[in-house]
């Protein structure tokens, strides 16, 4: 199954940058393009990529009160590049990052409690970027049915999403009953699989109430505007990276890059590719292309060369330098971890040798 999953995935990766790609635009005019960025571009627009970088880190530190901004940047940095290059790599993400939690001495409860509301918050957030998007485009007169249905279906999602976290914050009995819910569903699925079933699932939902009530209380500002502007600084980039290469406010609005922004994020949610990798390019290019065919601008051979050298500039810089970051940054968990590890069996090894030694003089005083 997996060596099935894993050859499906390349296969599309294969076909979106072999085949589909050049065929809107070819590599030596995209190259073309991005050669002409001056350097003062290419460091403004990699200087909002690092940014975005750390605003994650601060949602990160927001969910887990005492975690260190920099232990933040290695968990995140080492999940993020787990995640995005293998096929379902979320799974092994998290085991990742629990461990590296571990190793830092937060308990299980409290990592838990990170990783599923800033995954909530997320989702919300995912959810809700193209229904504040499409009523930006309704203001402006230029929202279109192909991206009126998919907003609806989100709004759908994320009312159904927000009442049934609300619920379960509200009440005992409702956390309960939705926790035995997903159990039934859990059990289903790992019953497929040949795994044995799960009988806890409301107790825990009880418990993950209290802990989540807990921690919102005290943190769901820091929560949720580091969640907002991690998003948002994610948005500047791709902005950033159409403005240099050129394509106008004329050819495509702020806010219609928003709303292709918005639909590529929901759609990077789908575990299709790694990190929605040939996925979220080819929804960007096209949703682009969508927003500003027919603008007055440059003629649509260079139109296309520019959103697609913005496109993979924009993907190069969120998505390719993550993965060399990231295992940058779990090389240095692991050295850390291995001196914290080696500095704290010395002092054992000391207290032997002490003891040896004073036992020593004492036989030999005596």
Same mark, same amino acid.
């Given at each position: 199954?997996?060596?099935?999953? =894993?050859?499906?995935?390349?296969?599309?990766?294969?076909?979106?940058?072999?085949?589909?790609?050049?065929?809107?635009?070819?590599?030596?005019?995209?190259?073309?393009?991005? /050669?002409?960025? #001056?350097?003062? &571009?290419?460091?403004?627009? @990699?200087?909002?990529?690092?940014? /975005?970088?750390?605003?994650?880190?601060?949602?990160?530190?927001?969910?887990?009160?005492?975690?260190?901004?920099?232990?933040?940047?290695?968990?995140?940095?080492?999940?993020?590049?787990?995640?995005?290059?293998?096929?379902?790599?979320?799974?092994?993400?998290?085991?990742?990052?629990?461990?590296?939690?571990?190793?830092?001495?937060? /308990?299980?409860?409290?990592?838990?409690?990170?990783?599923?509301?800033?995954?909530?918050?997320?989702?919300? =957030?995912?959810?809700?970027?193209?229904?504040?998007? =499409?009523? @930006?485009?309704?203001? #402006?007169?230029?929202? #279109?049915?192909? &991206?009126?249905?998919?907003?609806?279906?989100?709004?759908?999602?994320?009312?159904?999403?927000?009442?049934?976290?609300?619920?379960?914050?509200?009440?005992?009995?409702?956390?309960?009953?939705?926790?035995?819910?997903?159990? *039934?569903?859990?059990?289903? *699925?790992?019953?497929?699989?040949?795994?044995?079933?799960?009988?806890?699932?409301?107790?825990?939902?009880?418990?993950?109430?209290?802990?989540?009530?807990?921690?919102?209380?005290?943190?769901?500002?820091?929560?949720?505007?580091?969640?907002?502007?991690?998003?948002?600084? @994610?948005?500047?980039?791709?902005?950033?990276?159409?403005?240099?290469?050129?394509?106008?406010?004329?050819?495509?609005?702020?806010?219609?890059?928003?709303?292709?922004?918005?639909?590529?994020?929901?759609?990077?949610?789908?575990?299709? #590719?790694?990190?929605?990798?040939?996925?979220?390019?080819?929804?960007?290019?096209?949703? @682009?292309?969508?927003?500003?065919?027919?603008?007055?601008?440059?003629?649509?051979?260079?139109?296309?060369?520019?959103?697609?050298?913005?496109?993979?500039?924009?993907?190069?810089?969120?998505?390719?330098? &993550?993965?060399?970051?990231?295992?940058?940054?779990?090389?240095?968990?692991?050295?850390?971890?291995?001196?914290?590890?080696?500095?704290?069996?010395?002092?054992?090894? &000391?207290?032997?040798?002490?003891? *040896? /030694?004073?036992?020593?003089?004492?036989?030999?005083?005596?």
């Amino acid at each position: 199954m997996k060596r099935i999953r =894993l050859s499906l995935s390349v296969g599309i990766i294969v076909a979106i940058f072999a085949l589909i790609i050049p065929k809107i635009a070819s590599y030596g005019s995209v190259l073309s393009t991005v /050669s002409r960025l #001056t350097v003062l &571009q290419l460091l403004t627009v @990699l200087g909002a990529m690092l940014f /975005s970088m750390v605003t994650f880190w601060w949602q990160m530190q927001a969910a887990l009160p005492g975690l260190t901004l920099g232990q933040a940047a290695l968990t995140n940095q080492t999940g993020t590049t787990i995640s995005n290059i293998i096929p379902g790599g979320g799974v092994v993400a998290v085991g990742v990052v629990v461990k590296m939690f571990r190793s830092w001495g937060f /308990s299980r409860s409290a990592i838990s409690l990170q990783i599923s509301t800033s995954g909530i918050w997320n989702c919300f =957030l995912k959810l809700g970027l193209p229904i504040a998007a =499409l009523a @930006l485009l309704g203001m #402006t007169g230029r929202a #279109t049915a192909a &991206q009126v249905i998919p907003a609806l279906i989100g709004l759908f999602i994320l009312i159904g999403g927000i009442l049934l976290f609300a619920l379960a914050l509200w009440k005992q009995q409702f956390a309960r009953a939705i926790g035995h819910a997903f159990g *039934v569903v859990l059990c289903s *699925v790992r019953r497929v699989i040949h795994k044995p079933p799960v009988s806890t699932c409301g107790e825990r939902a009880v418990g993950f109430r209290e802990n989540t009530l807990t921690l919102v209380r005290k943190r769901w500002p820091a929560l949720t505007a580091s969640t907002i502007v991690s998003h948002i600084a @994610l948005f500047a980039v791709l902005l950033m990276c159409l403005r240099f290469v050129g394509v106008m406010p004329t050819q495509v609005t702020g806010v219609q890059v928003l709303a292709v922004f918005a639909f590529a994020r929901l759609l990077s949610a789908a575990p299709i #590719t790694p990190g929605g990798v040939g996925v979220v390019e080819l929804a960007l290019i096209g949703g @682009l292309y969508a927003a500003g065919h027919g603008h007055p601008g440059a003629s649509p051979a260079v139109f296309k060369a520019q959103i697609t050298a913005a496109t993979l500039l924009f993907r190069t810089l969120t998505y390719g330098l &993550q993965i060399p970051i990231g295992g940058f940054t779990y090389i240095v968990w692991r050295h850390n971890l291995r001196r914290r590890t080696a500095y704290a069996e010395r002092p054992s090894v &000391q207290r032997v040798l002490v003891g *040896v /030694s004073g036992r020593a003089d004492r036989r030999e005083s005596a």
